[in-house]
């Protein structure tokens, strides 16, 4: 599965179509295309933490599912309709406030569906900090819907 989009057109898409995920500052990176997967990086800030210091729980979350939107896209091209479906997350370590990345696989793309995993890494140590799995759908291209 040969990527369709680089990192500057992801990069360039999300800046176009979400730029609200980095609107108070750099929070989202991408960081790798490769043949089925692609790696997001978060840079957390102090609004991404919970009392403790620690990363919280809905910014891991993020951190995933706009992950697993960046390998999705690396892949079928700029479809800003394709939207989760599902994604389940298992927190298993401490998030450090220190940039965590996103790496995504996916394990099967069809016409309507893909399922992906992503694993949320310290970008420095590789610890795993968190690991989900997701579901998006595809919308049908023009030219593939029913008439």
């Known amino acids: 599965m040969t990527p369709v989009l ?4 992801i990069e360039d898409f999300l800046a176009r ?4 995920i980095n609107a108070g500052g750099r929070v989202f990176t991408c960081v790798s295309v490769a043949p ?4 997001l990086r978060l ?3 102090e609004s991404h ?13 993020a951190l995933a599912d706009v992950a697993a939107y960046v390998a ?5 091209g700029p479809v800003p309709l394709a939207l989760t479906t599902q994604l389940n997350i298992n927190f298993l370590n401490r998030a450090d406030p220190v940039p965590l990345d996103g790496v995504c ?5 069809g016409r309507s569906l893909a399922m ?8 420095d140590t590789r610890q795993l900090i968190a690991h989900a799995t997701t579901t998006y759908s595809i919308p049908p291209a023009k030219n593939d819907a029913v008439k």
């Open 36 to 39: 089925g997967t692609a790696t």
């Open 49 to 61: 933490l919970r009392p403790g210091g620690t990363v919280s729980g809905p910014a891991l979350f």
């Open 116 to 123: 992906l995993e992503v694993s949320v890494e310290r970008a």
């Open 6 to 9: 680089t990192v500057e057109e």
């Open 72 to 76: 999705l896209l690396a892949h079928i």
């Open 43 to 45: 840079h957390p800030d």
């Open 105 to 109: 696989r996916i394990l099967k793309l």
């Open 17 to 20: 179509e979400f730029p609200q």
